[in-house]
C-alpha cells in the first residue's frame, strides 16, 4: 500500500480569518481521511448529509505556519500535525512598503520594499522548513500564497515534487519571486477556469487542477432550514419600504477602492435611497466614512450580514480569484453583483449579475438597480448555485489532483 505523506508550509494555515487559509484547512481536513475522488461522487446539497464512499485512502499530513496571527482558531482537524513557529508576518521593509503616507493621507505602497521584505521573509522560512522536513522525506509538498517561494526551495532541497495553490495577486505583483513557485510545480491549483487561464498567460505551467473553493456550508451556517429562518427574521425587521442595501466584504486597492470612491458620490445622486454596508476594518475602509451614504459596520460575521441586505458587491481588479463570499451570500438568497475579471463569473453563475466594466460607474448602478428589483428570483438562483462549492466536492476534486501527482 503506498503510504501517502502531504508536507504543508504557508504563512497562515489556522488563523482566525482569511478565505486562502479556510479554504485550505477545509481541504486538508478532508484529505485526513478515507474518502471518493471527483469521479466517483454523488449529486451534492449544501447542509444535506450523504455517505460518501471512502474508495482512496487518507493522507498523513504534516503542516507547519507562522503563529504570528495569535491563537490557533482550531479549523484544523485533530489528525493534521500542525506546527506552529514563532517568525513574524512584518518588519522593517514591509513597513517601509505600506507604512507610509501621502500627503492627501492615503497609503502610498512601494513595490520595491514589499519586493525586499519578501526576498527576506521567504528566505528565512525556507530555513525554518528545511529543518522541520523530515530526513528522506517523501510525499508532495503544498504551499501557496505570500511565502511559497521559501516554501519551494527547501521542499526542492528535499527532493520533493509540489503543489501550490494561487489565491491572489501576488504572483502577478512579483513575477521574478513566484515563476519558478509556479513553473516548477508539479501541478497549479486555482479556483475557476478564468483564474488559471489568467495564471497561463504569465507562466509556463507543467500541469493546473481547477480547485473549487471549499465550504463546509452546514458546519459553519447550520442547516439550510435554519439559514432560511435567519433570513426571514431579518427581513420581517427590516419591514417593507426599507432602504436598498448594498454590501460589500473587505476592501484593499485589489478589491475595487478606487471603484468604491467614484461610486459611491455617483450613487448619492443616481440612486439617493440606496445605502452601502462596508463590512471589515482597516485604513482603506476608513476612508470611505467621507461619504454619507457609506455605513461602516465594523468586522462582523456574514451570517450578521446578510440576512439583511439585498445585494451583495464584490469587486477586483486584475486577479479574479473567486470570491468565495460570493457563494456565502448565495446561501442567505443573497444575488451578488461582480465583475468580469478571472473566475468571478465562475463564482456568481446565474445567481446574480457580471458587469463587463465595472469602473463604467453609472452602468454600475444601473446593474445592482436590476439585481435588488430581481432579488427573489436571483437570490433563489444564487441558492442553488452554492453547490459549486460545497466542500465535499472541492475535497473530491483536490484528493483526484493529487492522486494524479502521485501517480506520474
Known amino acids: 500500500m503506498v503510504v501517502r505523506h502531504l508536507h504543508v508550509a504557508v504563512r497562515d494555515l489556522d488563523p482566525p480569518g482569511g478565505g486562502a487559509e479556510r479554504s485550505l484547512a477545509a481541504l486538508l481536513n478532508g484529505l485526513a481521511h478515507a474518502g471518493p475522488v471527483a469521479s466517483g461522487l454523488p449529486h451534492l446539497v449544501p447542509t444535506v448529509p450523504v455517505d460518501l464512499l471512502p474508495t ?5 499530513i504534516r503542516a507547519i505556519c507562522s503563529e504570528a ?9 485533530s489528525n493534521v500535525d500542525l506546527r506552529r513557529v514563532p517568525l513574524a508576518h512584518e518588519g522593517v521593509w514591509s513597513r517601509v512598503a505600506w507604512g507610509l503616507r501621502q500627503r492627501n493621507g492615503e497609503r502610498r505602497p512601494r513595490p520595491w520594499a514589499h519586493h525586499r521584505h519578501l526576498r527576506r521573509r521567504n ?5 525554518v ?5 523530515p530526513t528522506e522525506a517523501t510525499g508532495i509538498g503544498v504551499t501557496q500564497l505570500d511565502w511559497a517561494p521559501g516554501a519551494v526551495a527547501a521542499f526542492v532541497k528535499a527532493g520533493l515534487p509540489w503543489v501550490v495553490f494561487v489565491r491572489d495577486e501576488i504572483v502577478f505583483r512579483f513575477p521574478d519571486l513566484y515563476r519558478p513557485v509556479l513553473e516548477g510545480a508539479a501541478l497549479v491549483c486555482g479556483a475557476g477556469e478564468g483564474l488559471l487561464a489568467q495564471v497561463r498567460s504569465v507562466f509556463q505551467l507543467r500541469a493546473t487542477a481547477n480547485g473549487p473553493l471549499p465550504i463546509d456550508f452546514g458546519g459553519r451556517f447550520g442547516t439550510v432550514e435554519e439559514v432560511a429562518a435567519r433570513v426571514e427574521a431579518a427581513r420581517a425587521e427590516r419591514g417593507e419600504g426599507a432602504r436598498p442595501r448594498i454590501t460589500v466584504v473587505g476592501v484593499t486597492p485589489e478589491k475595487g477602492l478606487a471603484t468604491y470612491h467614484a461610486l459611491l458620490p455617483r450613487l448619492s445622486e443616481r440612486w439617493p435611497e440606496a445605502e452601502v ?7 482603506f475602509i476608513e476612508e470611505l466614512r467621507r461619504y454619507p451614504n457609506a455605513v461602516l459596520r465594523g468586522a462582523q460575521p456574514v451570517e450578521d450580514v446578510f440576512p439583511f441586505t439585498d ?4 469587486l477586483v481588479e486584475t486577479t479574479g480569484s473567486w470570491g468565495r463570499v460570493i457563494n456565502e451570500a448565495g446561501l442567505h438568497r443573497v444575488p451578488s453583483v461582480t465583475c468580469s475579471i478571472g473566475s468571478q463569473p465562475e463564482a456568481v453563475g446565474p445567481g446574480g449579475l457580471v458587469v463587463n466594466d465595472h469602473r463604467d460607474i453609472d452602468a454600475l448602478i444601473d446593474g445592482l438597480r436590476d439585481v435588488v428589483e430581481q432579488r427573489d428570483v436571483l437570490g433563489q438562483r444564487a441558492l442553488e448555485h452554492t453547490a459549486v462549492v460545497d466542500h465535499r466536492r472541492s475535497v473530491a476534486c483536490f484528493r483526484e489532483a493529487l492522486e494524479g501527482v502521485l501517480s506520474r
Do not use: I, P
Open 56 to 60: 482512496h485512502e487518507a493522507w498523513q
Open 129 to 133: 522548513v528545511s529543518e522541520w522536513l
Open 69 to 77: 496571527r495569535g491563537a490557533a482558531a482550531g479549523l484544523l482537524d
Open 311 to 314: 445585494v451583495h458587491l464584490l
Open 123 to 127: 528566505a528565512q522560512f525556507e530555513r
Open 277 to 283: 454596508e462596508f463590512v471589515g476594518d482597516g485604513a
